[in-house]
């Protein structure tokens, strides 16, 4: 599925703060890499945050 980049940064916030408040990390990080959203970064180009985005049909 293509997201919008609403939705994109919608996904990787959302993550983000998962991650700030001790969610594990799904990937493999280097031990000086502490930014959240750079971390949500990088598992939305690698495909594994498990949130999706259910959208109407109109």
Not at 31 to 54: F, R, S
Request: charged share 25%; proline share 7%.
């Amino acid at each position: 599925m293509k997201y919008t980049r609403f939705e994109k940064a919608r996904i990787i916030g959302a993550r983000a703060l998962q991650i700030s408040m001790g969610a594990p990390i799904l990937i493999g990080v280097p031990e000086d890499l502490l930014d959240p959203v750079k971390i949500a970064m990088i598992e939305y180009e690698k495909g594994v945050i498990p949130i999706t985005v259910l959208r109407e049909n109109n």
